[in-house]
C-alpha cells in the first residue's frame, strides 16, 4: 500500500501530463481496497479466536464442575477433590491462552520479520576488505589497469580498459550513451569492483584501501542529481557540515549558483522541497556541483553535471572547474564537447572500450570518432 502511494504521489506531474488521474485513482483505490479487505479479514479472525479460547476454557470448567458434582452425588467422591480439579483446571488453562495470545503475536512478528530478514540477509558486495588500510593523503592519481567490467555476466560493459589519469589534469570521457562512461566513474569511486583487472588511486588498488578514504578523497557529481528537503546551504555543506558560510558561499560562486540563489526570496536558507523540487533542473545541477566542489576531495568526478544548464553559464562552469585542475584532478564526462576542448586528456569511448585517446586537437587531426561528433555538434549550433 505504501509503494502504491508513494509511487503515485512522487510521479503526479507525470500522471497528470499524460491525463492518466482516473487511472491513477482506480490503481490507488484497489490497493487501498485489498489491504482494507485483508485488514477487515485479520481483524474478524482475532474476533473470533479469542473470545473462541475463553469460551473453550469457560466449558471445561463447566464440565469439570458438572462431571465431578455428577461423581459426587452418585459415588460420594469427596467434594475437595472436585474442588482440587478445578483448581488444576485453572493452572492447566493459564499457559494455554498465554500460548494462544502468543501465537497470535508469532504471527504478525513472522509476517514482518519476513521482509525485515529478507533486507538484511541482501548480501553486501562492497564492503573493506581484511586489512584495508586508510589512504590518509591523497594524490589524486586514478589509474585504470587492464579493467573489465559487466553487471551480467553475459553482457561486458567495459573491456580491457587502461587510463591513467595524472594528479591535478582534467581528463573528458565522451561517447555515445550507453557505451559506459558512468560505469567507469562508478568503478573509480568503487560503487562496483571491477570483474578483472584493477582501479588504482595513488598506486593502491582501491580494494586495498577503505572504502570511507577511498570516499573521503573523491567528491561525486551524479548524472542523476539528488537534494535533501532542507536549506540550500545545508545542501551545498553536506559533505562538510562544519564549512563555514564563506566556503559555502565560494563553492557556490564556482558552480555559478550563487546569484540564482541570492534572488530567492530566503537565499542560502531556501527550502529546496523535496528532491529539489523547487529549483529549476539546471539550479539542482549547479547546487550538486557546489556540494562536489565544497567537499574538497583531491579528485573530482562530473557526470555530465552540467546537461541541463544552457550553454552559457556552463561555459562560465567550464572555466571556474578549468581554474580549479592544477590543484585537482577532474573527470568529467561530457555531452556537448565545446566545454571539454582545454582537456589534458579526452577519451571516447565506443562498445565499452576506449576507441581513441588525446587532447582536442590531436583528435581532431586524427580525423575519426571525436572529429565526427564534434563536426556533427558545431553543425548543430
Ligand atoms: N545498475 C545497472 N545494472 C545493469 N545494467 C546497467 C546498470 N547501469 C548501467 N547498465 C548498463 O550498462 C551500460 C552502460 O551504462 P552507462 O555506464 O550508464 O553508460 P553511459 O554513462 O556511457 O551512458 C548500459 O547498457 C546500461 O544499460
Ligand atoms: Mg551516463
Avoid: W
Wanted: aromatic share 8%; hydrophobic share 45%; with cysteine.
Amino acid at each position: 500500500m505504501n509503494t502504491a502511494l508513494n509511487d503515485h504521489f512522487s510521479g503526479i506531474s507525470v500522471v497528470r501530463a499524460f491525463g492518466q488521474e482516473e487511472r491513477s485513482a482506480k490503481k490507488v483505490h484497489l490497493t487501498l481496497r485489498n489491504f482494507t479487505v485483508t485488514m477487515l479479514k485479520a481483524l474478524f479472525r482475532g474476533a473470533f479466536f479469542n473470545p473462541g479460547v475463553n469460551f473453550l476454557t469457560s466449558l471445561g470448567l463447566v464440565i469439570v464442575l458438572g462431571a465431578g458434582g455428577y461423581f459426587a452425588y452418585k459415588y460420594g467422591t469427596p467434594v475437595s477433590e472436585v474442588l482440587g480439579f478445578v483448581f488444576y483446571l485453572s493452572l492447566f488453562y493459564g499457559p494455554i491462552s498465554g500460548l494462544a495470545q502468543l501465537m497470535e503475536g508469532a504471527q504478525e512478528a513472522l509476517a514482518g520479520g519476513e521482509r525485515v530478514i529478507e533486507i538484511l540477509d541482501t548480501p553486501v558486495e562492497i564492503e573493506n576488505l581484511d586489512g584495508a588500510v586508510p589512504l590518509e593523503t591523497c594524490k589524486g592519481n586514478v589509474k585504470f589497469e587492464n579493467v573489465n567490467f559487466s553487471y551480467d555476466p553475459a553482457r561486458p560493459i567495459l573491456k580491457d580498459i587502461t587510463l591513467d589519469i595524472l594528479p591535478g589534469t582534467f581528463t573528458a570521457l565522451v561517447g555515445p550513451t550507453g557505451v559506459g562512461k558512468t560505469t567507469m566513474v562508478n568503478l573509480a569511486a568503487r560503487f562496483y569492483d571491477p570483474s578483472g583487472g584493477i582501479v588504482r588511486l595513488d598506486g593502491y588498488d582501491l580494494r586495498e584501501l577503505t572504502l570511507e578514504s577511498v570516499r573521503k578523497h573523491i567528491a561525486f557529481v551524479p548524472q542523476d542529481t539528488f537534494l535533501f528537503n532542507t536549506t540550500l546551504a545545508e545542501n551545498i555543506a553536506f559533505a562538510r557540515p562544519e564549512a563555514s558560510f564563506d566556503e559555502i558561499v565560494a563553492a557556490a560562486k564556482i558552480a555559478r549558483i550563487h546569484d540564482d540563489i541570492l534572488e530567492m526570496p530566503d537565499g542560502y536558507e531556501s527550502i529546496t522541497g523535496e528532491r529539489g523540487v523547487k529549483l529549476s533542473g539546471g539550479q539542482k545541477q549547479r547546487v550538486a556541483i557546489a556540494r562536489a566542489v565544497l567537499a574538497g576531495a583531491p579528485v573530482l568526478i562530473l557526470d555530465e553535471a552540467t546537461s541541463s544548464v544552457d550553454a552559457e553559464t556552463e561555459r562560465m562552469i567550464q572555466r571556474s572547474i578549468d581554474e580549479l585542475t592544477g590543484s585537482r584532478t577532474i573527470i568529467a564526462i561530457a555531452h556537448r564537447l565545446s566545454t571539454v576542448i582545454n582537456a589534458d586528456q579526452i577519451a571516447v569511448f565506443k562498445d565499452g572500450e576506449i576507441a581513441e585517446r588525446g587532447t582536442h586537437s590531436e583528435l581532431m587531426e586524427r580525423g575519426g570518432l571525436y572529429r565526427k561528433m564534434y563536426d556533427l555538434q558545431t553543425a548543430e549550433g
